[in-house]
């Protein structure tokens, strides 16, 4: 073992080494990090971050790895990954109230404790996987609804700044995505880090708030009966167009759609085949690689670029072994 990863597991002896990705991704690919630390409290991360930074060890951040897949030689640092799950209610003006939690606690799990305390705004995003830390970064969103509909503050954390508070207006939010993720696609590396999130909700009156309890459970329960079963990360693709929440988005206008009519269902590279249920979803069919997973990306993305002159865009996160985006 070298001796900065020696001198990083000294100053933090929680570190596991030659830990085996592919169980922290919803997708199941991804080799082995040499360093693995889960970061169960927030105050640790500046002073590890440092220290992995004076060690010049590469880093980077893991939340609930639904969007993430690992390279199959693993990845040649240290993978943080994101598990703090402290959650609070802090009460503000009468009908405003502000959640704030840790970037690890899963989405799922915010909204439960949103519609727990009669909140709503959030109930259309029930069942959608991952952290809250993964969400602010992907602006994720489902039915019309996004995280920047909520978003009020985050904590964050780079290497340049600190640590820092980023108001709605810093973090530049658009159709999934946020300037953590550019400035991250940018850098090429994890560079800017959701520690804490602050939510603003609205108290609903009691039929709204069993109205919205109703609706989440009513999402689960589709997200479950029509959504592919397996090893996957969801859309694969974004869609080409930015939707406009005001309109029911036009179908020729969906990833999904573009993808049906060059008969992508079924096509199989290796261990990855394109869902028969759904054009846009990728399954991890058994032994999938990331290798698979870019080939099949290729082939697709060159057919719908043949056939419409539209260049799909991969929502899904590829990581290099230096932690690269490819
Ligand atoms: C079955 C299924 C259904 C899905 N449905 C939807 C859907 O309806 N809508 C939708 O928007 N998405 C959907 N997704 C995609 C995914 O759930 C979201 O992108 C999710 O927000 C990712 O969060 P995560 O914590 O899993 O991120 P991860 O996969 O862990 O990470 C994704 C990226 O974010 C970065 N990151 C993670 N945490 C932080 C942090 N705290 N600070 C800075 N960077 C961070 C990572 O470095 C990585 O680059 C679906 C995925 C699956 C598997």
């Given at each position: 073992?070298?001796?900065a990863?020696?001198?990083?597991i000294?100053a933090f002896?929680?570190t596991e080494?030659?830990?085996?990705?592919?169980?922290?991704?919803?997708?199941?690919?991804g080799g082995?990090?040499?360093l693995f630390?889960?970061?169960?409290?927030t105050?640790?991360?500046?002073p590890?971050?440092k220290t992995a930074?004076?060690l010049?060890?590469?880093?980077f951040?893991?939340g609930?790895?639904?969007?993430?897949?690992?390279?199959?030689e693993?990845f040649r640092?240290?993978v943080i990954?994101?598990?703090?799950?402290?959650?609070?209610?802090e009460t503000s003006d009468?009908e405003?109230?502000t959640i704030v939690?840790?970037?690890?606690v899963?989405?799922?799990q915010v909204?439960?404790?949103?519609l727990k305390h009669?909140?709503s705004?959030m109930?259309?995003?029930?069942?959608?996987?991952?952290t809250?830390g993964?969400?602010?970064r992907?602006?994720?969103?489902a039915?019309?609804?996004?995280?920047a509909?909520?978003f009020?503050k985050?904590l964050m954390?780079?290497p340049?700044?600190?640590?820092?508070?980023?108001?709605?207006?810093?973090?530049e939010?658009?159709?999934?995505t946020s300037?953590v993720?550019?400035?991250?696609a940018?850098?090429g590396i994890?560079?800017?880090?959701?520690l804490k999130?602050?939510l603003?909700?609205?108290?609903?009156?009691p039929?709204?708030?069993?109205?919205?309890?109703e609706?989440?459970l009513?999402?689960v329960?589709?997200r479950?009966s029509?959504?592919?079963?397996g090893?996957?990360?969801?859309?694969f693709f974004k869609?080409?167009?930015?939707p406009?929440?005001?309109?029911?988005?036009?179908?020729?206008t969906?990833?999904g759609?573009?993808?049906?009519?060059?008969d992508?269902?079924?096509l199989?590279v290796?261990?990855v085949?394109v869902?028969?249920?759904?054009a846009?979803?990728?399954m991890?069919?058994?032994?999938g690689?990331q290798?698979d997973?870019?080939?099949?990306s290729?082939v697709?993305q060159?057919?719908?670029?043949e056939?419409?002159?539209?260049?799909?865009?991969?929502?899904v996160?590829l990581?290099?072994?230096?932690?690269?985006?490819?």
């Amino acid at each position: 073992m070298n001796s900065a990863y020696q001198r990083l597991i000294a100053a933090f002896p929680e570190t596991e080494q030659d830990k085996p990705l592919a169980p922290f991704v919803t997708f199941g690919i991804g080799g082995p990090a040499d360093l693995f630390y889960k970061l169960t409290d927030t105050s640790k991360f500046e002073p590890l971050i440092k220290t992995a930074k004076e060690l010049g060890i590469p880093f980077f951040v893991l939340g609930g790895g639904s969007n993430t897949i690992f390279a199959d030689e693993g990845f040649r640092g240290l993978v943080i990954h994101m598990a703090a799950k402290s959650m609070a209610l802090e009460t503000s003006d009468s009908e405003a109230r502000t959640i704030v939690s840790d970037s690890g606690v899963l989405l799922s799990q915010v909204i439960q404790f949103s519609l727990k305390h009669k909140l709503s705004g959030m109930e259309k995003m029930m069942g959608l996987p991952g952290t809250i830390g993964g969400a602010v970064r992907g602006n994720a969103g489902a039915f019309g609804i996004e995280i920047a509909d909520v978003f009020h503050k985050a904590l964050m954390y780079s290497p340049q700044k600190g640590l820092y508070e980023a108001g709605k207006a810093s973090m530049e939010f658009g159709y999934r995505t946020s300037k953590v993720k550019k400035d991250q696609a940018a850098a090429g590396i994890s560079a800017e880090i959701v520690l804490k999130v602050w939510l603003k909700l609205t108290l609903a009156d009691p039929a709204t708030a069993k109205a919205a309890q109703e609706e989440a459970l009513d999402i689960v329960k589709n997200r479950i009966s029509k959504q592919p079963k397996g090893k996957c990360s969801g859309s694969f693709f974004k869609n080409p167009v930015t939707p406009d929440y005001n309109k029911p988005q036009p179908q020729e206008t969906k990833a999904g759609y573009l993808l049906e009519q060059i008969d992508a269902k079924g096509l199989k590279v290796g261990g990855v085949q394109v869902s028969a249920q759904h054009a846009n979803w990728l399954m991890n069919i058994g032994n999938g690689t990331q290798k698979d997973v870019l080939e099949i990306s290729k082939v697709l993305q060159t057919k719908v670029k043949e056939r419409f002159g539209v260049q799909l865009e991969r929502e899904v996160q590829l990581v290099s072994p230096e932690g690269f985006l490819i």
